[in-house]
């Protein structure tokens, strides 16, 4: 089951993967009619939503885009910061999106930050824990059954923290859609193009809250059954 569950895991996400690059890339040979970069659309949409103190940077990689509500900032991978093109577009309004969220104070954006350290304690702890199974078996038997309720207690954070992103990054796109409409910035046949560029980053973290679930459940199922 456990193997199963990975082998799953990393299909579904390799396909998703696969098809949101390639979708990217093709929205990204279709240039937007008023010609603005990532970058120009991402400081008009904070200025139309009244944000000044969030800064547009660049940063280096593919597909790297992210908000920090840390320093305030948006940051934009250089295909997206000078793109000018539908996918440019829908992606920096997106993590422009996540801006207005922590500007407008969005629930799920708060409860989503507040597990951000639990979740890096969680995965340190997962990592540890591994390493002393690894090699602690060769020495010590019977150390997984102790180790089991930690990695059960580990993968309900992960599980939690994954599924509580789906609202968050929904959300934020519709909030770039709907903007990206009204300000003029595409078309009738643009919009649906940013959308289903939209739709395949979203489809992303649905894939990882429900490998995260499995993983919880297989770990579970594993713990129950020790008991009986």
């Known amino acids: 089951m456990y193997w199963i569950i990975l082998i799953l895991t990393f299909g579904f996400s390799w396909y998703i993967g696969w098809k949101l690059k390639k979708k990217f890339q093709e929205y990204s040979e279709v240039p937007l009619s008023q010609g603005l970069s990532g970058k120009e659309i991402a400081e008009k949409m904070l200025r139309d939503h009244g944000i000044y103190d969030v800064k547009v940077v660049s940063v280096e990689g593919t597909l790297t885009d992210h908000y920090n509500p840390v320093n305030k900032t948006v940051n934009l991978s250089p295909d997206v910061y000078y793109g000018r093109n539908i996918s440019a577009a829908a992606v920096a309004a997106h ?7 922590h500007a ?38 019977g150390l997984f059954p102790l180790a089991l309720p930690i990695i059960i207690g580990c993968y309900f954070i992960f599980t939690l923290f994954a599924f509580i992103t789906l609202p968050v990054e929904i959300n934020a796109s519709k909030r770039a859609l709907a903007w990206l409409y009204s300000s003029g910035i595409t078309s009738n046949q643009q919009q649906t193009m940013a959308a289903d560029a939209l739709k395949w980053a979203a489809r992303t973290y649905v894939v990882a809250a429900l490998s995260s679930l499995a993983m919880l459940l297989y770990y579970l199922m594993l713990f129950l059954g020790r008991r009986d």
């Open 95 to 101: 993590e422009c999106g996540h801006a207005v969220q």
């Open 104 to 141: 407008q104070a969005y629930a799920w954006l708060g409860l989503r930050s507040a597990l951000v350290p639990i979740q890096n304690i969680s995965a340190q702890l997962m990592n540890a824990i591994f390493l002393i199974l690894f090699f602690g078996s060769l020495f010590i038997n």
